[in-house]
């Protein structure tokens, strides 16, 4: 059976050094060590430590198909967003990114897709890139965070006015969106314990999911294809909370889309890596195995580390099975079984 992992990051070995052209240490830069360890650092300090894997195409098919995994579907590391940066800087930063992950898929086409990086503190820019992703490179659309933090320190939620001809551009191009949680949101008043991986993280993903779903930005364009990281985060586990809100006042919370929120949870789709078997089986029964495909985190600690583990677990049927292994995949990337063979 064709198994393809959605969720799968990837960087180069090596990428521009802003930090030092632009005279910006948050640009994170990468520091190869006599000691054999690569480790990246953001504002001068020790960000994450990564390992060839997260670079070698061939490296990386070899540890997968230990898994019966044929296909990754790579996408950058959410630190490289650098939204908070002057667009044309971000934009050089992603442009080599993007133009990496396109060699990769080039050299190993049966065994990746690729979802690139846009800039999108510049809509205009990112629109452009989003583009070039597509149309030369042989993307198949890009990820983005689940808010966008500006270079004048102001933030625009996904359902900011100013993204949406990002949006409408995306779902013209019938490029799949993968949303990503970064720049956690409560990260300065709990910083001990993981605590922004371990609760920011998923609240990130609802924030994102609610504001699309409520801002109309769904709703104005059906045929956007969205895919939210980590099982939607909160999302699906909350909205029970979310739709009684919805119900019980919509004079604050159905101000810009009048439908039913729960009614999103079938247009939206959703990674499997969800960390739990209960969940990954109330995520299937609220959303259907037809919008969730099986995503990993690779290669990180936080990740699934057997990949597909928890849906063997299940015992579904092979039908559902399909579908998480790659029938969802497939539909959301706009790509044909025999890419693949």
Same mark, same amino acid.
């Given at each position: ?95 080599? /990114?993007?133009?990496?992950? #396109? =060699?990769?898929? +080039? &050299? ?5 897709? @690729?979802?690139?990086?846009?800039? $999108? ?76 991986? /371990?609760?920011?993280?998923? #609240? =990130?993903?609802? +924030? &994102? ?5 409520? @801002?109309?930005?769904?709703?104005? $364009? ?120």
């Amino acid at each position: 059976m064709l198994r393809i992992d959605t969720h799968a990051h990837v960087l180069p070995r090596d990428w521009p050094d802003l930090a030092s052209k632009y005279g910006d240490l948050r640009f994170p830069v990468i520091h190869h060590g006599e000691d054999g360890r690569h480790r990246i650092y953001r504002d001068g300090k020790f960000f994450r430590e990564i390992w060839p894997k997260t670079w070698d195409p061939q490296e990386r098919i070899e540890d997968y198909a230990r898994f019966g995994v044929q296909v990754q579907v790579i996408s950058t590391v959410p630190v490289m967003f650098s939204y908070w940066a002057q667009p044309h800087q971000a934009l050089e930063l992603h442009r080599s /990114l993007n133009d990496h992950m #396109a =060699e990769t898929i +080039r &050299a190993y086409p049966r065994h990746y897709a @690729g979802i690139g990086t846009v800039p $999108l503190q510049s809509p205009q820019l990112a629109v452009r890139e989003l583009e070039r992703c597509m149309d030369e490179l042989g993307l198949q659309g890009v990820q983005i965070g689940s808010h966008i933090n500006l270079p004048d320190g102001r933030h625009w939620n996904l359902d900011a006015p100013e993204l949406f001809p990002f949006f409408e551009a995306a779902a013209q191009l019938d490029a799949a969106i993968l949303v990503h949680p970064w720049d956690m949101m409560g990260s300065e008043s709990m910083p001990k314990y993981w605590l922004p991986w /371990l609760v920011g993280m998923p #609240a =990130e993903q609802s +924030r &994102a999911a609610c504001c699309l779903v409520f @801002g109309g930005v769904l709703e104005r $364009l059906p045929k956007l294809k969205i895919a939210l990281a980590h099982g939607g985060g909160s999302f699906p586990y909350t909205i029970g909370r979310i739709e009684h809100g919805f119900n019980m006042r919509p004079d604050l919370v159905a101000t810009d889309n009048f439908r039913n929120p729960r009614e999103y949870l079938k247009r939206l789709y959703f990674d499997s890596w969800v960390a739990d078997d209960r969940a990954l089986r109330y995520l299937l029964d609220v959303c259907g195995a037809d919008r969730v495909m099986l995503g990993t985190d690779y290669p990180f600690p936080l990740g699934e580390q057997t990949p597909g583990e928890g849906i063997e677990r299940l015992q579904l049927a092979e039908s559902e099975r399909n579908s998480l292994y790659h029938g969802t995949a497939l539909e959301w990337l706009g790509l044909p079984e025999s890419r693949f063979a």
